[in-house]
């Protein structure tokens, strides 16, 4: 059987220059290792704001999609209140208002909101004046609307076109 030598007997001398060498091979391994380290946490950083982008992408797609589908539809939307004001027949009237209120929810669902304009003061943002007639009421004060605006979310796709009050003049004695 070999025999281990003892460690008295082992010639550990140090070979001149090769502590220098391990010492920056080690120094080296330990840069490539840092420089390794950061272009992994950089390539996971990048993988994550890519991620989010398409994920930001993907969620503005398809709002836009439901956008245009729900701008088709105000069309039958305000067909419905047209022919709700022409019809004579209460009992007529109340099924198309059912079918009314059965649409309006359905979009409802995707987003769409009704812009309240009646008896509000005009915001150039949601309501479209059309024209102006002379009250009594606070100037600006919407008395008619004409079309009804939405929503879809907070974005306005179709302004209320709106009559909006002006101020009665004051005649030349006054």
Known sequence: MDEKPDAAEVNEEPVPGASAETDLAEEQLRRDCAEL???????VADFDNYRKN?????????MFATEH?????LAILDDYESALRDLP???ERDGLAMLQKKVFHILEQHGLRRIEALGKQFDPYYHEALCREE???KEGTILEVYQSGYMVRTKVIRASKVKI???????EEE
Do not use: H, N, P, W
């Open 37 to 43: 380290r950061d272009r992994y946490m950089r390539v």
């Open 54 to 62: 398409m994920e930001r992408e993907k969620e503005k797609s398809g």
């Open 69 to 73: 589908l729900i701008t088709d539809f």
């Open 89 to 91: 027949s209460s009992r």
């Open 135 to 137: 009250s009594d009421l």
């Open 165 to 171: 009050a002006q101020k009665t003049q004051l005649s």
